[in-house]
C-alpha cells in the first residue's frame, strides 16, 4: 500500500506557512501573557499602600492631612467649571428663512380677497358670510372681528388689509424663532399704523397673529457646537494641598472632591473596580504596542525569536513587580528601585535603542503606580536612559559600575530639580535622597550583571561572555573556514584588524565587531574556488567558463549561505547581522559591466537588480565598519597601492561609494566618524600592504586607482573577495 506524502512537508509554501501562523500565534499568547501578567501586578497592590476607607456623603471621623506638598488638575472641579460655561451659552437659532415670509404674506393676500369676496356677495344672508369667515384655514376670526370686517367700509377694509399685509411682512422680515411667538405677538399692535381706529387696529393685529410662523428654527447641533467650545476654553482647575494640611476635616461630610484629594495623594483605600482594571489594562497596552512597534520597525529579531519574545517580556514583568514593591513604600525606599538594571541589561543583551524604549516604557509605568508621581517617572526614566546611552561596551565588569556612578548622578540631579523649590523636604531628606539616589546607581549595576550571569546560560544569548567563546579559533564554524577556505580566513583575520581598530577609534562596539568580522564570510566556504583569496596564482579563474549573471548569482550566494550556516550552528542573531549586512544591497560591479559590455554598452538590456545583494543596508555602526573595512581590504589588496597616497585614495573612493549609493543612511554613523574610520584604516592597510619604492620605468598605469570593485571589493579576475 502507498503511502501518501505528507502535504506539509512536501509543499515549502505550505511549510512556510504553517511557519508564519505558529510564530503569529507564540507572538500572540507571549502578548496576552504579558498584557495579563502586567495588568495584575499593577491593578494588585503588594502589600496594600491605601491608609483610609471613606466614601462620598459619610461623615469622616477624624482629619485626614496631607503627606506631602502636591498640586493636582482636579476633574471634578474642571468639570463643574466647564458645565457652568456651557450653561451660559443661549441656544442658537438658524438665520431667518426669507420663504416663510413670503409664503405667509401671499397667503395672507388670499385671505383678504377671499374677505373681500365673502363682504360682497349679494346673495348670501349675514349668517353665511359670518360662517364663511369662521371657516378661514388658519385665521381665527371671532365673531366680534368677524363683524367689524363685514361692518367696514372699502376705504376701511384697504385700509386694514393693507396692514395686515405690511405688518405681517414687517414682522418676518426679522427674526420670529420657535416657541417664542408669544413674544412677538406682544407688540403687534404697536406696528398697526395709529390711523386706523382701535377696533380696526385690534382685528389687524389678531389677524396678523394667526399668520405669523416662525422663521428661525433651533439649531441642536450649533448649539451643542457652541457649548463644547465653551467647555474647552475652559482652563483645567488645580488643586494645591501643602505637606500637613487637612484634606478631609473630621466631623465634616466627605465629597467627591475630597475622594479625588485622597486618590491623588494616594490616601484611599478603595475597592479595587473594573475602572482601575481598565485604566492599568490600557497602560500597559499601551507599553506593550509602544515595545512592538519597536521591534517590528528598528529590531524583528525579538519577534522572529520566542526565547528573545520571553525573554524581554519576563525581564520587564519582573521590573514591573519589582516596581510595584519597593516604589509605593515609604519615602526612601521608591529611590532604590533599581530600574537601571533594566536598561543596563537590554543594553547589554540588544542595543541603545531597545534600552531607551525599555526605561522610558518602564518610568512611565513607576509613575503611575508612584501614584501618578513625575518625580518617580523622570527618575526612573532618566536613570535608565543614562544606563542606555552611557554603557557603550558589555565586555568589562567595572564598564558596569562606571556607568551606575553616572546613573547615580543623574538621578541626584533630578532630585535637585523637584526637591530644592519643595519647601516640604528639608536639608536632611535631600541629603537622605542623594544618598539613596547614588547607591542606586550601584546598586542597579550590580543586579544588571547578576541577571546577565544568569541569563547567558539560561537563554543562551549573546553576551560579552559569549562573544568571547564565540571568538574562540577552536569553534567548528571558524575551524570548517580554516579548512576549507584558508584564504577567505587570512583575509577575515586582516579584515578584523581594521575594523575592530576603526570600531575602536570611534567609541562603537570593539568586541562585538571583532567577532562579527570573524563570520561574515563563513558562507565562502562552500564554494571557495570562486573567491580569488582562496585560488592559487596562475590557476584557472572558473568564472571565465560562465556567464556574468550567473558568476554574480555565485558571489552574491555566499552571503546567503554565510546566514545558512550561521543558523546551523545556533550562531547568534546579532553576529548573523554582519553577515546579511557587510555588502548591504550594493552591485556586483565587476560582473555587471562584463554584462553591459556584452549588451553592448546598452545598460537598459541588463537587470542591475540581479548583480545587486540583497541587504538589508547597514543597520548598525558595527555593521557599516565592516562593510568599509572589508571593501577597502580586497580594493587595496588587489590594486596594490604603492604609496599611502594611493592607499589613502582607493579608502576614500570606498567611503565615498558607499554614501553615494546611500548604503550607510541607516548605520547612525556619522561623517567625523568616517573621517576618523577613514584614517584608521588608511594607518592600519599601511602597516600590512608596504608602500614599494618606485624604480626607473615602474610608474603606476593611469588606470591603477581606479580598478573594478563590487560591493565587496570583487576584481576582474577573481569575481569578488
Do not use: C
Not at 538590456?605 to 545583494?613: G, H, I, P, S, T
Not at 549609493?661 to 584608521?680: C, F, H, M, V
Amino acid at each position: 500500500m502507498n503511502q501518501q506524502p505528507d502535504p506539509v512537508s512536501t509543499h515549502p509554501e505550505s511549510r512556510e506557512r504553517a511557519q508564519r501562523i505558529l510564530a503569529t500565534t507564540q507572538i500572540a499568547v507571549a502578548g496576552i501573557v504579558f498584557v495579563a501578567v502586567s495588568t495584575l501586578i499593577l491593578v494588585f497592590p503588594v502589600p496594600p499602600v491605601n491608609r483610609v476607607r471613606v466614601q462620598v456623603d459619610q461623615v469622616a471621623t477624624e482629619d485626614i492631612l496631607s503627606p506631602r506638598r502636591i498640586t493636582y488638575i482636579s476633574d471634578i472641579e474642571t468639570a463643574v467649571a466647564r458645565e457652568a460655561a456651557a450653561a451660559s451659552i443661549p441656544d442658537v437659532y438658524d438665520p431667518p428663512n426669507a420663504r416663510v415670509g413670503r409664503q405667509q404674506v401671499l397667503y395672507a393676500r388670499q385671505v383678504i380677497e377671499f374677505v373681500n369676496t365673502v363682504r360682497h356677495d349679494a346673495l348670501a344672508t349675514s349668517v353665511q358670510k359670518r360662517e364663511a369667515l369662521a371657516a378661514i384655514n388658519g385665521v381665527n376670526l371671532g365673531p366680534g372681528n368677524a363683524e367689524t370686517l363685514l361692518a367696514m367700509s372699502d376705504s376701511q377694509f384697504d385700509a386694514a388689509a393693507g396692514q395686515i399685509t405690511a405688518v405681517l411682512a414687517d414682522v418676518l422680515s426679522g427674526e420670529v424663532r420657535e416657541g417664542r411667538l408669544d413674544e412677538v405677538s406682544e407688540g403687534l399692535l404697536l406696528r398697526v399704523s395709529v390711523d386706523l381706529p382701535e377696533e380696526h387696529g385690534l382685528l389687524v393685529a389678531d389677524v396678523v397673529e394667526d399668520l405669523l410662523l416662525p422663521n428661525s428654527v433651533f439649531n441642536a447641533g450649533l448649539t451643542e457646537q457652541a457649548r463644547e467650545a465653551a467647555r474647552d476654553a475652559v482652563l483645567p482647575v488645580e488643586q494645591t494641598f501643602a505637606a500637613g494640611e487637612v484634606v478631609v476635616r473630621g466631623g465634616e461630610v466627605v465629597t467627591e472632591s475630597d475622594i479625588e484629594a485622597l486618590q491623588n495623594l494616594g490616601l484611599l483605600q478603595n475597592r479595587i473596580g473594573w475602572r482601575d482594571v481598565v485604566s492599568a489594562l490600557i497602560a500597559v497596552l499601551v507599553s506593550t504596542n509602544l515595545l512592538m512597534l519597536y521591534a517590528v520597525r528598528f529590531q524583528p529579531d525579538i519577534l522572529a525569536s520566542f526565547k528573545n519574545q520571553v525573554l524581554v517580556g519576563g525581564l520587564f514583568i519582573l521590573f514591573l513587580a519589582g516596581g510595584r514593591l519597593m516604589v509605593p513604600e515609604g519615602a526612601i525606599i521608591p529611590y532604590l528601585f533599581p530600574a537601571a538594571a533594566l536598561a543596563l541589561m537590554l543594553r547589554a543583551l540588544f542595543n541603545a535603542n531597545l534600552a531607551l524604549f525599555g526605561a522610558v516604557v518602564l518610568g512611565g509605568l513607576t509613575g503611575l503606580i508612584a501614584p501618578q508621581s513625575l518625580e518617580l517617572a523622570t527618575y526612573t526614566a532618566v536613570g535608565g536612559i543614562i544606563a542606555a546611552v552611557s554603557l557603550r561596551r558589555a565586555d568589562r565588569i567595572n564598564r558596569f559600575f562606571l556607568v551606575g556612578l553616572f546613573v547615580g548622578v543623574s538621578q541626584t540631579a533630578i532630585i535637585f530639580v523637584f526637591r530644592l523649590t519643595d519647601s516640604s523636604t528639608d536639608t536632611l531628606g535631600i541629603l537622605q535622597l542623594t544618598a539613596a539616589a547614588l547607591f542606586n546607581g550601584l546598586f542597579s549595576a550590580g543586579v544588571a550583571l547578576a541577571g546577565l550571569f544568569v541569563i547567558g546560560p539560561v537563554f543562551r544569548v549573546m553576551t560579552a561572555l559569549s562573544l568571547i567563546e564565540l571568538e574562540r579559533p577552536d569553534h567548528q564554524l571558524l575551524q570548517r573556514l580554516q579548512r576549507e577556505a584558508p584564504g577567505t580566513y587570512q583575509h577575515t583575520l586582516q579584515v578584523r584588524n581594521l575594523a575592530e581598530a576603526a570600531a575602536e577609534a570611534i567609541g562603537a562596539n570593539s568586541l562585538l565587531v571583532r567577532v562579527g568580522t570573524l563570520y561574515h564570510d563563513v558562507g565562502k566556504l562552500l564554494r571557495p574556488g570562486f573567491f580569488i583569496e582562496n585560488r592559487i596564482e596562475g590557476t584557472t579563474n572558473p568564472h571565465d567558463t560562465i556567464d556574468p549573471i550567473s558568476s554574480a548569482d555565485l558571489i552574491i550566494r555566499h552571503v546567503k549561505d554565510g546566514l545558512d550556516l550561521t543558523r546551523r550552528y545556533r550562531v547568534p542573531a546579532r553576529i548573523r547581522d554582519f553577515v546579511a549586512e557587510h555588502h548591504g544591497t550594493t552591485v556586483v560591479r565587476t560582473f555587471y559591466s562584463q554584462a553591459v559590455e556584452r549588451a553592448g554598452g546598452d545598460e537598459s538590456k541588463v537587470d542591475e537588480a540581479a548583480f545587486r545583494y540583497p541587504g538589508p543596508r547597514p543597520q548598525s555602526r558595527e555593521t557599516a565598519i565592516l562593510m568599509l573595512a572589508d571593501a577597502s581590504e580586497s580594493a587595496v589588496r588587489a590594486n596594490q597601492p604603492r604609496s599611502e597616497e594611493e592607499i589613502d585614495a582607493i579608502v576614500g573612493r570606498i567611503i565615498q561609494q558607499r554614501l553615494d549609493g546611500g548604503e550607510l543612511d541607516d548605520s547612525g554613523l556619522t561623517l567625523t566618524d568616517l573621517q576618523i574610520i577613514r584614517r584608521t584604516i588608511v594607518s592600519r592597510l599601511k602597516g600590512v600592504y608596504h608602500p614599494r619604492i618606485r624604480y626607473p620605468g615602474d610608474e603606476p598605469k593611469p588606470d591603477a586607482l581606479a580598478g573594478s570593485t563590487d560591493g565587496g571589493g570583487a576584481q576582474p579576475t577573481s569575481g569578488a573577495s
